[in-house]
């Protein structure tokens, strides 16, 4: 199993950003997907996620209706468009594949990519 993001860069507040996770080594079709963030000196922070076959998509309140998740089965390709970025929002992001996935989008993972930075400044 293979989760390796892109997409990650330095943007200024209110900016935006596309990250991708490209999966590789497991039937990506079969497994609900994550975004999961670190930010220095915190815990990892749920983001957002995505059911099997992407009609089901959840966030945390904190991003909901900027941020958008979606997935390419065809591609195996899971995606999150980041829109009106603020600082607080700088973090490490990672893709997960979801062990299990609880009411609210919320869950365990089993397998983690190796994340990509996202700096929001000025």
């Known amino acids: 199993v293979q989760l390796v993001e892109s997409g990650g860069g330095m943007v200024q507040p209110g900016g935006s950003l596309r990250l991708s996770c490209a999966a590789s080594?497991?039937?990506?079709?079969?497994?609900?997907m994550s975004w999961v963030r670190q930010a220095p000196g915190k815990g990892p922070e749920w983001v957002s996620a995505i059911s099997t076959g992407g009609g089901s998509t959840y966030y945390a309140a904190s991003v909901k209706v900027r941020f958008t998740i979606s997935r390419d089965n065809a591609k195996n390709t899971l995606y999150l468009q980041m829109n009106s970025l603020k600082p607080e929002e700088t973090a490490l992001y990672y893709c997960?594949?979801?062990?299990?996935?609880?009411?609210?989008?919320?869950?365990?993972?089993?397998?983690w990519g190796q994340g990509t930075q996202v700096t929001v400044s000025s």
């Open positions: 080594g497991f039937t990506f079709s079969s497994y609900d």
């Open positions: 997960a594949r979801n062990l299990i996935m609880r009411v609210g989008g919320e869950g365990e993972y089993d397998y």
